[in-house]
């Protein structure tokens, strides 16, 4: 069964500090893998996309990493800001057809206190 | 900001009665989504469509309908509403073709309470 899960489930951090999350999938075929954020109330924004031949991909201070072997991605979130509190979610894509299909994880919901 | 549009953002109501969840989007996309999402799970897919007149049903049963007569608008509609329908429901739209990366672009959500 094609699974996304993610850890840890949530997460408390002081402002200023850095934080990796985790994202392990089951999906096979492989497309490719999104890290999307979610603020409270709002639609989730996708923050980076991974595919096959990437290792590592930065965006400001949100830096992704994918290993392909071991099906597993980390989220590292740099000198974390009071803004980053939020649910991140991994989402994976399969190439079963020509549109892809899309596996959801649960997040991860980080909480930045001052 | 994507330019894709909810409304409304919250809404009250008691059993029985027929809502309709608006979703509009001005950035082209033949391709659009419903989800619904609770707290702490994942997003789950209940409807989608190709394009105009093209709909079908996700991996979520849901005793939702939607219709697509326009490219922009993909409106979903509870006949019925029931306690079990409260959640969060979200839109979604991305291209159609052959080189997408599956990159979608969300609406802010419409959060449903069924009394």
């Known amino acids: 069964k094609n699974q996304v899960e993610q850890s840890p489930q949530s997460l408390i951090i002081l402002e200023g500090k850095n934080c990796t999350l985790q994202?392990?999938?089951?999906?096979?075929?492989?497309?490719?893998l999104r890290w999307y954020k979610q603020d409270t109330g709002r639609g989730p924004v996708s923050l980076t996309i991974?595919?096959?031949?990437?290792n590592t991909k930065s965006n400001g201070r949100y830096t992704a990493t994918l290993d392909a072997d071991t099906k597993q991605s980390s989220l590292h979130i740099t000198a974390s800001q009071l803004s980053d509190s939020a649910s991140y979610i991994c989402?994976?894509?399969?190439?079963?057809?020509?549109?892809?299909?899309?596996?959801f994880g649960r997040g991860t919901q980080l909480t930045v206190w001052p | 900001e994507a330019d894709i549009y909810q409304t409304p953002r919250y809404l009250v109501i008691g059993t029985g009665k027929k809502i309709t969840l608006e979703c509009s989007q001005t950035?082209?996309?033949?391709?659009m989504y419903w989800y619904q999402q609770d707290p702490g799970m994942e997003l789950h897919l209940i409807h989608y469509?190709?394009?105009?007149?093209?709909?079908e049903k996700g991996d979520l049963s849901s005793e939702s309908t939607v219709s697509r007569i326009r490219t922009e608008h993909f409106p979903l509609t509870l006949e019925s509403a029931r306690p079990s329908h409260t959640s969060q429901y979200l839109c979604?739209?991305?291209?159609?073709?052959?080189?997408?990366?599956?990159?979608?672009?969300f609406g802010e959500g419409s959060r449903l309470t069924v009394l």
């Open positions: 979604a739209s991305s291209e159609l073709s052959s080189t997408n990366t599956g990159e979608l672009f």
């Open positions: 994202c392990n999938y089951t999906v096979s075929p492989f497309s490719n």
């Open positions: 469509s190709y394009g105009v007149n093209s709909t």
């Open positions: 989402v994976v894509s399969d190439r079963g057809s020509t549109l892809g299909r899309l596996y």
């Open positions: 991974m595919t096959f031949s990437e």
């Open positions: 950035m082209g996309h033949d391709k």
